[in-house]
């Protein structure tokens, strides 16, 4: 079971309100909790607004149709909605076209639409069953993988067996303290639980000493939910990349089958002592190889999932999490299995106002154990 902390957008008149749970309308499920929100005066809900009969979201402006009621916005006023993917834009300019408004707009933030607010929201796919997905039978790589003008070569077909499958469950939860528009305490935790089996199957004309890796399935997971009078949607796209290394003398194929269940949490954040980053994960793992080559010396295999969090259209976070596993080999009897997972995560948090803030990529290990070990007598 994974996490992830997602950002939530408000509005409405200048008043005060304790947000409670609230049901999502995408494949989320999620909650809101809060101490009490006070949005200000010049947020406005614009998908909600009487006498809008149209909106049309573009990168810059809002195109507003009208039954001819004036609309209550002016330049500063922050509008809000669902269409379009979500927004949340700062108006800069007012251009009124007969029954037409076009708002000219720029990038806002939470604080530009909350006086004051202490909440907290937790994010999270409703049924696991709905985001188990086949990867059988994907392409990680066919063709060519060296050849010279003498007509030498060495040829591959690497690519997963029917019947794998992963299990992606993220959970976001986001943490977020402001008064009289300031920032005073804000928190991004993703919890990622990635469970798989794939069989990795290698087919070689010629020696094969090198790395290859594609992305084989990529999903979006909506979420779509109401913080008071306030419409939040976003979005968690997950991309998923296998692959492989190894070192396999002569020409033959091998399958490599690997199985992982893993959970990884990843923590960031600011406070009085500034920006604060943190993890902490666990894996159980298990592999295994039959080979058709003269030798197989070294094979590691991974199924990573990479995943970005956006809410509205500003970007909040990218998390990677990669666990891979390892068999090193020697006659006659010699295996020595490993595994670890390693990963990424990197931070924007435009929604939070920080727009010139980028904590870059940021790699963390939590380190390699060893599953099985049966020493060579060569010691390797």
């Given amino acids: 079971m994974s996490m992830i902390r997602v950002l939530p957008v408000l509005l409405c008149a200048c008043s005060t309100a304790v947000v409670g749970m609230q049901t999502p309308s995408g494949d989320m499920d999620v909650s809101v909790t ?8 010049a947020t406005v809900v614009l998908d909600g607004t009487p006498g809008v009969l149209d909106i049309q979201v573009g990168t810059d402006q809002i195109i507003v149709q009208t039954d001819g009621t004036a609309l209550p916005i002016d330049v500063g006023s922050v509008v809000v909605g669902r269409l379009g993917g ?14 037409r408004v076009v708002l000219r707009t720029s990038r806002a ?8 607010g202490n909440y907290h929201v937790t994010a999270a796919i409703a049924e696991r069953a709905a985001h188990t997905w086949d990867i059988g039978n994907r392409v990680i790589y066919s063709g060519d993988l060296w050849s010279d003008a003498a ?17 992606v469950d993220p959970e976001f939860d986001f943490d977020i303290e402001l008064f009289n528009g300031n920032w005073i305490d804000a928190g991004f935790t993703a919890d990622l639980e990635v469970d798989y089996t794939a069989d990795f199957v290698v087919d070689v004309a010629g020696a094969y000493g090198n790395k290859i890796e594609g992305t084989i399935l990529t999903r979006d997971i909506a979420f779509d ?31 490599l089958h690997t199985e992982a269940l893993v959970l990884a949490s990843v923590a960031a954040g600011y406070n009085d002592d500034g920006w604060y980053f943190d993890k902490a994960g666990d894996i159980d793992g298990d592999i295994g190889f039959t080979t058709g080559f003269e030798q197989t010396a070294y094979a590691r295999a991974w199924v990573r999932a990479e995943m970005s969090v956006q809410l ?4 909040g976070a990218e998390i990677s999490v990669h666990p891979w596993l390892e068999v090193n080999t ?3 009897l010699g295996v020595d299995v490993d595994g670890g997972i390693d990963g990424t995560q990197r931070y924007y948090f435009e929604a939070l106002g920080w727009f010139d803030f980028d904590s870059g990529t940021r790699d963390f290990e939590f380190g390699p154990w060893n599953i099985f070990e049966y020493q060579c007598e060569n010691g390797f």
């Fill in 34 to 41: 809060g101490q009490g929100v006070t949005v200000k005066e």
């Fill in 151 to 167: 007509g030498n070569f060495v040829a591959a077909d690497v690519f997963i067996a029917d019947g794998a499958q992963i299990t």
């Fill in 109 to 116: 933030d939470l604080s530009d639409a909350i006086l004051h």
């Fill in 225 to 255: 939910f109401d913080l008071g009078p306030i419409p939040v949607t976003g979005v968690a796209t997950i991309d998923i990349v296998a692959g492989i290394e190894g070192d396999f003398e002569g020409t033959g194929n091998g399958t």
């Fill in 86 to 99: 979500g927004y949340l834009r700062l108006v800069t300019e007012v251009v009124q076209q007969g029954d």
């Fill in 330 to 332: 020697c006659d006659p």
């Fill in 312 to 315: 509205y259209d500003a970007a």
